[in-house]
């Protein structure tokens, strides 16, 4: 129990570390959609769930932040522009594949529930997505970045130990993101099944004795 309550501490103080020393630019407003962007950049770097963590726990004016979907090629090109300043970086966004996919392209969602219809996968750049290094769908890489170039940007698939310094968020005031637990919520859920466990440990005991 104290190697889990020690490895808690350790995760929400290197968030709390990272949130400290992030550089937020100024959200901006997509006029189509009413929809504010913050590209995000990371003093350190995170995993696509801690990624998702951080940006659940975002606001801008009262409005609750994600991960960005892009749902149109209209959104699209907003969020290129955005970030076509940047240089050759890789941006978590708000895409995932669900578990045991036959096929590379299949199974992925967004963190809102939002239908997952537009794609900007870099099949001419680099055969995206494609699970690499492993020809083929192996649940290798389930996780969505956009990879900015000097002259390009498109989407590709990465796995779940790779870590990035740059995210995307996303503002909207109707936000229909799907309830995905924090890491502080974790911590009691798991602090409770611990709980009860020890408590069925103490009383199966105390009836043998």
């Known amino acids: ?17 990272v949130a400290l020393s992030s550089l937020h630019a100024q959200p ?3 006029p189509a959609n009413g929809h504010w962007y913050e590209l995000i950049i990371l003093s350190g770097e995170l995993t696509w769930e801690q990624a998702r963590d951080f940006a659940t726990n975002l606001s801008h004016n009262g409005v609750p932040g994600h991960l960005a979907t892009v749902t149109s090629s ?22 995932y594949q669900l578990p045991g996919q036959t096929q590379t392209d299949v199974g992925w969602r967004w963190v809102t529930g939002e239908t997952w219809s537009f794609t900007d996968w870099g099949l ?3 055969d995206e997505p494609n699970d690499w290094p492993t020809p083929g769908e192996n649940n290798e890489q389930n996780y969505l970045r956009i990879q900015q170039t000097i002259d390009d940007a498109y989407w590709g698939d ?6 990035f310094g740059y995210l995307l968020v996303e503002y909207e005031p109707a936000a229909r993101v799907q309830s995905v637990p924090t890491m502080t919520e ?7 099944a611990i709980a009860g466990l020890g408590s069925v440990y103490y009383l199966k005991r105390q009836r043998r004795a």
Do not use: R, Y
């Open 1 to 17: 129990m104290k190697k889990c309550i020690i490895t808690l501490l350790l995760s929400f103080l290197f968030l709390f570390s």
């Open 28 to 30: 901006i407003q997509n």
């Open 74 to 95: 209209d959104e699209n090109n907003f969020i290129e522009g955005l970030i076509s300043s940047a240089g050759t970086i890789d941006i978590w966004i708000g895409g």
């Open 124 to 126: 001419v750049q680099s």
């Open 158 to 163: 990465e796995g779940s130990t790779v870590t």
């Open 186 to 192: 974790w911590g009691m859920i798991i602090f409770m």
